[in-house]
């Protein structure tokens, strides 16, 4: 059984349907990557899953409970943490309370841990977090929402915005993270980064998953690279 | 030599002040959370001091008793405003809507009409004159320092007050629930992420906010020893131009415009008469808009 299991998910905003019944499976231990350019409903599909949204039709099954009618805060709860597009940091606070403030019921038990994985932060916790560079906000996304203990992470486009250098450090975190035990579901618009950490990868397309395989296969895929990778299959 | 009477008028400016910085706080809170006025306010005030004088013609309980009472009718009145004028406009949740002008608007609206409605309701069930307290329970009983005379009330708003901002500081740096409180404030959308349940943390804010309305109700009722139905209008104007003088979400800037508000109130009196007094409210308001649109400490976060 999957830890995340999505089932003809479907969403609407106002009279638009926005996902038309999208089907998505996260296994225990996995990075699972979804791709597709901007308006696919990637982001939608994102917030329906952390309870942001309530889906219209559809079952979205974290540990084989049925969470789409859940709130937010009930999600949280469960243990699945999202660090969401645009990072949605408390930028008037400082950093040390972002991170008190994702512990949650917790607490900063997991501080030490994660400071291990974000030295920057470490030297940066009593300042405002809105002074932060682009990069170390998004570490401060990504590690307020590790210090809720997670089973599973949502992670909404992290390489959005960041300089090249940047990138590559976010992406070889995730690799990290998921090899310390969590799952991990991220979207992103840079396919090749994504594919080289996924297990396996998704591509929607106007509100559908398109198609679904091991990140090795569509890496391989002459239509993921004509569309996603910017180039031609070179047959050897 | 400087004459003591302005010392005097200084100390009255002083406690007016600080009524006007426990109110201005209560606006202050529920804007940074919903980015809406609530026009209700007022009436918390005026709630809070009926409370304490239904309790002192009752039961003539001693002051601390009558002060935590209040305290506790201000909570479940902010409780319970939320719950009928805020909490049924909310019925989406992403940040878009949350901090919307519809929201805005409507929420106007509906914390007028409750204030119109708990107004009108203490005219008939009270009548519109002012209520009488027990001699007793008036906090105005002079002291004498050297050559200026200040009264109990002035003393005693000034420690309670000082305890409240100080217990709601501590609140907010140090709790979750203030904590939660802030995060809402700060990111409606990433409190959600985080696992806040904005909808408690909402309604916690107007709970608190209130108590520290009906708060100052009650004390003002017993130091002029007047009660009556209108009397939270003044103030809640007064708190409103604190706030938008503060900068609209910035606590620390409500509480200092709120004490120069009432400073300069209490000096004004020295020189026209205190019906003329409330110009300097209205003329700070004004000055602040024209020349400081963001208050004088908005930090450019939102245009008054």
Same mark, same amino acid.
């Given at each position: 059984?999957?830890?995340?299991?999505?089932?003809?998910?479907?969403?609407?905003?106002?009279?638009?349907?926005?996902?038309?019944?999208?089907d998505l499976d996260v296994a225990e231990r996995g990075i699972v990557a979804v791709l597709g350019s901007n308006g696919v409903g990637k982001t939608?599909?994102?917030?329906?899953?952390?309870?942001?949204?309530?889906?219209?039709?559809?079952?979205?099954?974290?540990?084989?409970?049925?969470?789409?009618?859940?709130?937010?805060?009930?999600?949280?709860?469960?243990?699945?943490?999202?660090?969401?597009?645009?990072?949605?940091?408390?930028?008037?606070?400082?950093?040390?309370?972002?991170?008190?403030?994702?512990?949650?019921?917790?607490?900063?038990?997991?501080?030490?841990?994660?400071?291990?994985?974000?030295?920057?932060?470490?030297?940066?916790?009593?300042?405002?977090?809105?002074?932060?560079?682009?990069?170390?906000?998004?570490?401060?996304?990504?590690?307020?929402?590790?210090?809720?203990?997670?089973?599973?992470?949502?992670?909404?486009?992290?390489?959005?915005?960041?300089?090249?250098?940047?990138?590559?450090?976010?992406?070889?975190?995730?690799?990290?993270?998921?090899?310390?035990?969590?799952?991990?579901?991220?979207?992103?618009?840079?396919?090749?980064?994504?594919?080289?950490?996924?297990?396996?990868?998704?591509?929607?397309?106007?509100?559908?998953?398109?198609?679904?395989?091991?990140?090795?296969?569509?890496?391989?895929?002459?239509?993921?690279?004509?569309?996603?990778?910017?180039?031609?299959?070179?047959?050897? | 030599?400087?004459?003591?009477?302005?010392?005097?008028?200084?100390?009255?400016?002083?406690?007016?002040?600080?009524?006007?910085?426990?109110?201005?706080?209560?606006?202050?809170?529920?804007?940074?959370?919903?980015?809406?006025?609530?026009?209700?306010?007022?009436?918390?005030?005026?709630?809070?001091?009926?409370?304490?004088?239904?309790?002192?013609? @009752?039961?003539? &309980?001693?002051?601390? %008793?009558?002060?935590? =009472?209040?305290?506790? #009718?201000? +909570? /479940? $009145?902010?409780? *319970?405003?939320?719950?009928?004028?805020?909490?049924?406009?909310?019925?989406?949740?992403?940040?878009?809507?949350?901090?919307?002008?519809?929201?805005?608007?409507?929420?106007?609206?509906?914390?007028?009409?409750?204030?119109?409605?708990?107004?009108?309701?203490?005219?008939?069930?009270?009548?519109?004159?002012?209520?009488?307290?027990?001699?007793?329970?008036?906090?105005?009983?002079?002291? @004498?320092?050297? &050559?200026?005379?200040? %009264?109990?009330?002035? =003393?005693?708003?000034? #420690?309670? +007050? /000082? $305890?409240?901002? *100080?217990?709601?500081?501590?609140?907010?740096?140090?709790?979750?629930?203030?904590?939660?409180?802030?995060?809402?404030?700060?990111?409606?959308?990433?409190?959600?992420?985080?696992?806040?349940?904005?909808?408690?943390?909402?309604?916690?804010?107007?709970?608190?906010?209130?108590?520290?309305?009906?708060?100052?109700?009650?004390?003002?009722?017993?130091?002029?020893?007047?009660?009556?139905? @209108?009397?939270?209008?003044?103030?809640?104007?007064?708190?409103? =131009?604190?706030?938008?003088?503060?900068?609209?979400?910035?606590?620390?800037?409500?509480?200092?415009?709120?004490?120069?508000?009432?400073?300069?109130?209490?000096?004004?009196?020295?020189?026209?008469?205190?019906?003329?007094?409330?110009?300097?409210?209205?003329?700070?308001?004004?000055?602040?808009?024209?020349?400081?649109?963001?208050?004088l400490f908005g930090a450019g976060r939102e245009r008054v």
């Amino acid at each position: 059984m999957s830890l995340l299991e999505i089932r003809g998910l479907t969403v609407t905003m106002g009279v638009q349907e926005i996902l038309h019944g999208v089907d998505l499976d996260v296994a225990e231990r996995g990075i699972v990557a979804v791709l597709g350019s901007n308006g696919v409903g990637k982001t939608t599909l994102m917030r329906a899953i952390s309870g942001i949204y309530k889906p219209k039709a559809g079952t979205i099954r974290f540990k084989g409970e049925d969470i789409s009618k859940l709130k937010s805060h009930e999600i949280v709860a469960r243990g699945l943490l999202q660090a969401p597009e645009g990072r949605q940091i408390f930028s008037s606070m400082s950093v040390r309370e972002n991170l008190v403030i994702g512990g949650g019921a917790h607490g900063l038990s997991e501080l030490e841990r994660i400071l291990v994985l974000f030295p920057k932060l470490g030297e940066r916790m009593s300042q405002i977090a809105g002074s932060l560079s682009g990069g170390e906000q998004q570490m401060l996304c990504i590690a307020r929402a590790l210090m809720a203990k997670p089973s599973i992470l949502l992670l909404d486009e992290p390489s959005l915005g960041l300089a090249p250098k940047f990138v590559k450090g976010i992406f070889d975190l995730v690799s990290q993270i998921r090899d310390e035990g969590l799952s991990i579901l991220i979207v992103e618009q840079n396919a090749k980064a994504a594919l080289r950490i996924a297990d396996r990868a998704a591509v929607m397309e106007s509100g559908r998953i398109a198609l679904e395989g091991r990140a090795v296969d569509l890496a391989g895929d002459p239509r993921i690279v004509e569309a996603y990778l910017g180039g031609h299959v070179h047959t050897v | 030599m400087f004459d003591p009477y302005y010392l005097q008028q200084l100390a009255i400016g002083l406690s007016q002040g600080v009524i006007y910085a426990l109110m201005a706080i209560g606006f202050t809170l529920i804007f940074g959370v919903l980015n809406v006025v609530n026009f209700a306010h007022g009436e918390v005030y005026t709630v809070g001091a009926f409370a304490g004088l239904l309790l002192i013609t @009752a039961f003539a &309980p001693p002051f601390l %008793v009558v002060l935590f =009472v209040v305290l506790a #009718v201000g +909570a /479940a $009145l902010g409780f *319970g405003l939320e719950r009928i004028a805020f909490k049924p406009f909310r019925r989406f949740s992403d940040e878009a809507s949350l901090k919307s002008r519809a929201m805005r608007e409507s929420t106007l609206m509906s914390s007028l009409a409750v204030s119109i409605v708990a107004r009108e309701g203490l005219e008939i069930a009270f009548g519109s004159q002012m209520q009488t307290l027990p001699f007793e329970y008036l906090i105005n009983k002079p002291i @004498a320092i050297g &050559p200026v005379t200040i %009264v109990t009330g002035d =003393v005693i708003i000034f #420690v309670v +007050a /000082a $305890l409240m901002l *100080g217990g709601l500081q501590y609140l907010l740096t140090k709790t979750r629930v203030g904590l939660s409180i802030r995060a809402v404030s700060a990111n409606p959308l990433g409190a959600k992420y985080v696992g806040i349940d904005t909808d408690r943390t909402i309604v916690t804010t107007f709970a608190i906010g209130s108590m520290m309305g009906a708060g100052a109700g009650i004390l003002v009722g017993l130091y002029y020893g007047a009660i009556f139905p @209108a009397m939270g209008f003044v103030p809640g104007i007064k708190a409103f =131009v604190a706030m938008v003088m503060g900068g609209l979400s910035s606590i620390p800037g409500a509480v200092i415009c709120a004490l120069l508000l009432g400073l300069s109130e209490g000096l004004a009196t020295t020189f026209i008469s205190s019906n003329w007094a409330d110009m300097v409210a209205y003329g700070f308001l004004i000055v602040t808009l024209i020349f400081f649109p963001q208050g004088l400490f908005g930090a450019g976060r939102e245009r008054v």
